[in-house]
């Protein structure tokens, strides 16, 4: 098979990693037996689960910028909206024994990239020394008409 036009660097920089990351993460077969899926009773009507447990990992999905009390987007825009997020993801890394410094991961998904620098501020404060690997993507929309999403991986203390 002949590739064109950079194809080689799209091999290497799109398949190349996700072998590393696959064979970086594995789970011995204790660790394997050991996956919970969290549904907390609140979210039991929810499409996924709040977090899964795998071993001493602790998988979060994307986390959005609601008011646990009333499941609305906190008003206020990019910046209260992160904040929010963040506070979600601490208490449901606490809720199941980790913490945020205990955060290895985190990916953000931002409705409008423009926004970057504005969350970025308020994302610094929840992680003000030891600061996860992260990654950023702009999206073309997020559930709810969000600004932004967060997921994250920590490790159970």
């Known amino acids: 098979m002949k590739l064109k036009d950079g194809g080689f660097l799209i091999l290497v920089f ?3 990693p996700l072998g590393l990351f696959s064979s970086l ?3 011995s077969a204790a660790e394997k037996s050991q ?3 969290l549904h907390p009773p609140e979210k039991s009507q929810a499409p996924f689960s709040e977090a899964v447990r795998v071993g001493q990992w602790l998988i979060l999905s994307g986390q959005l ?3 646990p009390q009333t499941g609305q987007l906190v008003e206020g825009g990019i910046e209260a909206e ?3 997020t963040l506070e979600n993801i601490k208490r449901t890394l606490e809720k199941y024994g980790s913490s945020l410094d205990r955060v290895v991961k985190c990916t953000v998904m931002l409705a409008d990239m423009a926004e970057w620098e504005k969350m970025n ?3 610094l404060t929840y992680f003000p020394k030891n600061r996860p690997a992260r990654s950023a993507f702009g ?3 997020l559930a709810g008409g969000a600004r932004v999403e967060i997921e994250c991986w920590a490790i159970i203390e």
């Open 121 to 123: 501020r308020v994302y």
């Open 65 to 67: 910028g609601r008011d």
């Open 82 to 84: 992160t904040k929010q």
């Open 25 to 27: 993460v594995k789970f």
């Open 14 to 16: 799109l398949v190349l």
């Open 35 to 37: 996956i919970v899926f």
């Open 139 to 141: 999206v073309n929309g």
